[in-house]
């Protein structure tokens, strides 16, 4: 069956596991012809999500990076190349907490790294990316924020609250920009997915305690999240333009 993502390359950050791994596969299920999946430090996991995407049917490259640091976002986007004329579908989706730092903790490199990763190399890889879509007069964007950004994050997380902040603005600012060249960009905010990122980086009791706060009684899956994305990047949200979708379980309401 023909639809709006038939033949379509998709690049998604952060593809080796949790909701990029998740997303990529959803996509590649929704018709994506070709998924372009970048990973870190996870090569194995990466192969993975790989096996997953061709067996939707959808060919599958893998593109490693580490975007922690503004040298390895140009090496990422030089890698890229050429293959970035051919996206029509971007998520970036690769972020970490990278560690919990509370004020007086955090180093000026630590710093440089959570904000390079997190917000920097949104920046920079849509950069890349964006053109050829206008030049085509159509693609979609979506970046992977978080219920940080509206709340300050945990206790030693306000440096990644403040980049994905950034990762919400930069949804708007380039919403407006690219809109008229028929490129829509929008955000999905995740609230506590219960997987690998916060398996490292929360204790049980952390997550118990945002349970009792979340009125659908269960924390996110990485399919909740990979299912908004893919709805942002469908036609039916042709509309939504510059917005940040919340997906937490009624957790956090506005
Ligand atoms: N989990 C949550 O509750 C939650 C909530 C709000 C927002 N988010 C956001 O959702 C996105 C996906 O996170 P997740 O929950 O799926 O976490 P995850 O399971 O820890 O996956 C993180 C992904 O980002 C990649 N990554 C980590 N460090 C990187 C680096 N230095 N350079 C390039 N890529 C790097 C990882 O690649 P490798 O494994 O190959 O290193 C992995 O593919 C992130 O932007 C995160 O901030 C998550």
């Not at 085509?136 to 997380?157: E, F, K, P, Q, W």
């Not at 219960?194 to 269960?218: C, I, K």
Request: proline share 2%; charged share 20%; glycine share 10%.
């Amino acid at each position: 069956m023909r639809n709006e993502f038939t033949g379509r390359t998709a690049l998604v950050t952060g593809a080796s596991r949790g909701i990029g791994a998740a997303t990529a596969v959803a996509l590649a299920r929704a018709g994506c012809a070709r998924l372009l999946l970048h990973y870190a430090s996870s090569p194995e996991a990466a192969g993975q999500t790989a096996a997953r995407v061709r067996e939707a049917g959808a060919s599958a490259e893998l593109l490693a990076g580490d975007l922690s640091t503004e040298a390895g976002i140009r090496a990422f986007v030089e890698a890229l190349g050429e293959r970035a004329r051919a996206v029509d579908i971007l998520v970036n989706n690769a972020g970490s907490l990278l560690q919990r730092a509370r004020l007086a903790e955090m180093s000026y490199q630590l710093y440089n790294r959570v904000m390079d990763l997190n917000a920097k190399s949104v920046w920079f890889i849509t950069q890349a990316v964006a053109p050829h879509m206008v030049r085509r007069g159509s693609g979609v964007i979506v970046h992977v924020s978080s219920i940080a950004a509206r709340n300050g994050g945990g206790l030693g997380a306000t440096v990644y609250a403040a980049a994905k902040a950034a990762v919400s603005a930069f949804a708007r600012g380039m919403a407006r920009e690219l809109a008229p060249h028929g490129v829509r960009v929008n955000a999905v905010s995740p609230g506590t997915v219960d997987n690998d990122f916060h398996a490292r980086f929360s204790t049980r009791e952390m997550l118990d305690a945002v349970l009792r706060q979340t009125p659908q009684g269960r924390l996110s899956t990485n399919e909740d999240i990979a299912g908004v994305i893919v709805f942002l990047c469908s036609d039916a949200a042709r509309n939504i333009i510059g917005q940040t979708i919340e997906v937490n379980g009624g957790a956090f309401m506005i």
